[in-house]
């Protein structure tokens, strides 16, 4: 099926934005170290620009949890093919991510870090479809709320395209 992208979020003001959510993560963690845990793929290029304007001590390991296929629907399925290589324990950790949608991966994955008994667990996302919302978790940092429409860009893919454009675009189907 042929698809466009329509620009929904243009990459000025995802970036100002990004800056600002640094700005309030940099005031909130100020005498602390912070450690990051990005969520692969989707969560690498916001991770990247917003680590960039963190002013703490910043670490960051990396997580895979998926609950797509090539798809843009959920398959409800949530499986971990990449686990964190180091462990949390008493470390103040923020979860990077791309989108929450359905909120199943975000709250498996919160359930099982909570577990790791971080001294603190928070969490960062740069997308936020409230609509779609079916298991409930509390986002301490959101970048935009969005409608619940199908997006790529700025990390995010539609089968495995578009996660390099500097943007947040709309999928549109012809
Ligand atoms: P959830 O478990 O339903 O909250 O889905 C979370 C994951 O689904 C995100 O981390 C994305 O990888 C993917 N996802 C959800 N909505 C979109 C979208 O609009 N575009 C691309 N990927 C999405
Ligand atoms: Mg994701």
Avoid: W
């Avoid at 990449?82 to 975000?106: A, C, W, Y």
């Avoid at 996302?125 to 978790?137: A, G, I």
């Amino acid at each position: 099926m042929a698809e466009r992208i329509e620009v929904m979020i243009p990459e000025e003001q995802v970036r100002l934005r990004i800056r600002e959510m640094a700005d309030e993560i940099s005031r909130d963690y100020a005498g602390k170290e912070l450690h990051l845990v990005c969520t692969l793929k989707g969560g690498v290029f916001f991770m990247c620009e917003l680590a960039k304007h963190i002013t703490v001590p910043v670490t960051m390991d990396f997580m895979c949890v998926s609950s797509y296929g090539n798809a843009t629907k959920s398959s409800g399925v949530v499986k971990i093919t990449k686990d964190l290589d180091e462990p949390i324990m008493s470390r103040d950790v923020l979860i990077v991510e791309d989108i929450i949608d359905s909120g199943n991966t975000l709250s498996y994955m919160i359930e099982m870090l909570e577990d790791r008994k971080p001294a603190s667990l928070r969490l960062c996302t740069l997308l936020d479809k409230p609509e779609r919302r079916r298991k409930q978790v509390s986002v301490d940092y959101t970048g935009f709320q969005i409608p619940d429409e199908f997006v790529v860009g700025y990390g995010l893919d539609y089968a495995q395209k578009y996660r390099n454009l500097p943007y947040v675009g709309i999928v549109r189907f012809e």
